[in-house]
């Protein structure tokens, strides 16, 4: 069996779209061909497809199907921008889902038929997921270069091959520094209520022979505590332009955690995540999930009938929490205003 270093959990076939079922791992790996971008929003509300760029790549190729599906009818423009609407909506933190859906908008309106724009965004869904890999590789090393040469690695929720084009960003980081002949100790949270780390991390670190532990999250402090871990290492679904990251539930608190302990704390992603016109994490929205994610475990009713929850999806760590954000062009430190800045200009920080 391929590594999971190797696996593309996002494929385009014979015109339809097709995705890994994310739900049904580790213990069965199948697969969905949609050829219908409002299939592919319910998929990603859903959960077939998770992951904040794995969502944003999804959303490019939902995109080109809305299109082709548009392009028959004289007002596919208008068509085009209520698809964008629905895509837009299936969830809301991950920034990376209304980046690439509305790079697919401009996309179309720059050109002047609809045959050109079918054509336009089929290819530009397949850049983004080309290209996603490739930045991953790149970030990938940025920050391997800030790992110890050996040690235990904390990290949450899933961020590898699985929740972007291929290789992962955190996930990535990780790989890198594997690559480069580090000896690393992965702990990874199992990240309840939907287990991503369980389930899904795990899978891959399994597949790729990568030494690790599994933990239930709650045990992160301990394991700090016990001088396991010398680096915490996490992904993110939106980062303000001051730094503060919205990751999944469970981030903020391993954050705090890695500053008590004085363990350095990385945020690992792509640029694409940074929103720019969100000062702030204040005003990111929190994606709340049905309340039976957390009533039940793994499929089994484990909490009182009828007992209320909250079950928020993410939560935003402080900036000032944070080590640094490795991103595809370098690295950013505090200050991040100014770095994420820079970064995305072009000038490379390391
Ligand atoms: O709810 P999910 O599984 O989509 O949440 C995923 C995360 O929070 C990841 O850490 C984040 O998207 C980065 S993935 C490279």
Redesign the pocket.
């Known amino acids: 069996m391929s590594s999971a270093d190797q696996i593309r959990a996002i494929r385009w076939e014979e015109g339809q779209l097709c995705l890994l079922d994310q739900r049904l791992l580790p213990q069965q790996e199948t697969w969905l061909k949609l050829s219908d971008y409002r299939a592919v929003a319910v998929a990603i509300r859903q959960?077939v497809v998770?992951?904040?760029?794995a969502?944003g790549i999804t959303a490019a190729y939902a995109m080109a199907l809305a299109v082709r599906e548009a392009s028959t009818h004289t007002d596919w423009q208008a068509r085009l921008l209520s698809a964008a609407d629905e895509i837009k909506a299936a969830r809301p933190t991950?920034v990376n889902l209304a980046w690439a859906t509305d790079r697919q908008l401009a996309l179309a309106q720059s050109v002047s038929t609809a045959g050109q724009a079918v054509a336009a965004l089929l290819q530009a869904a397949h850049d983004l997921l080309r290209d996603d890999i490739a930045d991953n590789q790149r970030l990938g090393r940025y920050g391997a270069e800030l790992l110890p040469a050996e040690g235990g690695i904390l990290t949450?929720?899933?961020?590898g091959s699985l929740?972007?084009g291929g290789y992962?960003?955190?996930l990535g980081v990780i790989r890198a520094g594997i690559s480069a002949g580090k000896q690393l100790h992965i702990y990874a949270d199992e990240t309840r209520p939907?287990l991503?780390g369980a389930r899904l991390t795990a899978w891959e670190l399994q597949k790729d022979g990568i030494p690790f532990h599994l933990h239930a999250d709650s045990a992160a402090a301990y394991l700090m505590q016990q001088g396991l871990i010398h680096a915490v290492i996490?992904?993110?679904?939106r980062i303000a332009a001051n730094g503060d990251t919205a990751?999944?539930i469970g981030t903020y608190s391993l954050a705090v955690l890695a500053q008590y302990h004085q363990i350095p704390f990385y945020v690992a992603?792509p640029l694409s995540t940074v929103d720019f016109a969100m000062p702030d994490g204040g005003g990111i929205v929190i994606e709340e999930r049905p309340a039976a994610e957390v009533q039940q475990c793994a499929g089994h009713v484990v909490a009182p009938e009828g007992v209320e929850v909250r079950n928020p999806?993410?939560d935003v760590t402080p900036a000032s929490l944070i080590t640094a954000i490795i991103t595809e062009r370098g690295v950013a430190r505090p200050g991040f205003p100014v770095a994420l800045q820079a970064l995305a200009a072009g000038h490379m920080q390391a």
């Open positions: 959960m998770r992951g904040a760029p969502i991950a949450h929720c899933n961020t929740a972007t992962g960003t955190a939907w991503q996490v992904g993110a679904d990751n999944k992603a999806a993410f």
